[in-house]
């Protein structure tokens, strides 16, 4: 599959993402940060779901709106945000502890891809 946004082939599965409109039409993303730039340019009242995929699980699509995500620059992603989205956010704490970087949820990560 292709990115909705950017139009690259889809083949990390650890970064993939997905929105589910209220009709069930899914746009597929290979990374978060495309989803995010997506939704500037989409009437989101009708988006059902916002899916990323688990760092930890990563065949594991989770709900994005719940997740916590990891911004690490060792941690690399297919568009470059060093971005990677976690179910749990005890899981994100690890890898920040190895890794560093800053830990955000929707709504602190939606503000941050807003600057």
């Known amino acids: 599959?292709?990115?909705?946004?950017?139009?690259?082939?889809?083949?990390?599965?650890?970064?993939?993402?997905?929105?589910?409109?209220?009709?069930?039409?899914?746009?597929?993303?290979?990374?978060?940060?495309?989803?995010?730039?997506?939704m500037d340019e989409f009437d989101t009242t009708?988006?059902?779901?916002?899916?990323?995929?688990?760092f930890t699980n990563p065949e594991e699509l989770i709900d994005a709106t719940q997740a916590t995500f990891l911004i690490s620059k060792n941690?690399?992603?297919?568009?470059?945000?060093?971005?990677?989205?976690?179910?749990?956010?005890?899981?994100?704490l690890k890898l920040q502890a190895k890794k560093d970087g800053e830990v955000y949820n929707w709504e602190s990560l939606l503000k941050t891809f807003e600057d």
Not at 46 to 54: F, G, K, P, Q
Not at 78 to 83: E, H, R
Request: proline share 3%; glycine share 4%.
């Open 46 to 54: 009708t988006i059902a779901l916002y899916l990323s995929n688990n």
């Open 75 to 92: 941690v690399p992603s297919p568009m470059g945000a060093f971005l990677s989205a976690f179910k749990n956010k005890e899981d994100a």
């Open 1 to 38: 599959d292709g990115c909705h946004f950017c139009k690259m082939t889809i083949v990390d599965k650890i970064h993939a993402a997905e929105v589910v409109t209220n009709k069930g039409k899914v746009y597929k993303f290979d990374a978060t940060e495309c989803m995010i730039h997506f």
